[in-house]
């Protein structure tokens, strides 16, 4: 498995933004279709977007489309979320994940789990 490590994260205002980094451990990250999912207090972690192995493909959430962008740089090992116009409820725990599978609409992670970062958007 990659080993994976979220930066970024912080407290905010409402409508600013924050950009969200991903390193991977693995010169292998290349192979890995990657992604963003999320967990608010008592709620089950949720997809927020994913990109291809070459970064051409991008999918998102309806919650963040039009918000988020995500992006990878292969040459750094790298996945990116810049997240604009945040609200509170983008509050959450963020992680990032290798290895992420779609099945019949919806959207799952593989084996490889960041340690999660703090996303606080405060009103």
């Known amino acids: 498995q990659v080993e994976l490590a979220e930066s970024g994260g912080g407290l905010v205002q409402v409508g600013e933004s924050l950009r969200l980094s991903c390193a991977a451990s693995e010169r292998t990250f290349s192979s890995y279709f990657m992604g963003w999912f999320r967990q608010q207090p008592g709620k089950e972690r949720e997809f927020v977007a994913a990109v291809s192995w070459s970064g051409g493909s991008t999918y998102y959430a309806d919650s963040v489309k039009g918000r988020f962008t995500i992006s990878r740089d292969n040459a750094k090992n790298s996945m990116y979320l810049q997240m604009n116009n945040l609200q509170p409820e983008d509050t959450a725990v963020y992680y990032c994940?290798?290895?992420?599978?779609?099945?019949?609409?919806?959207?799952?992670?593989?084996?490889?789990w960041g340690q999660g970062i703090q996303v606080t958007v405060s009103s």
């Open positions: 994940n290798a290895d992420v599978v779609e099945y019949e609409d919806r959207w799952y992670g593989g084996g490889s």
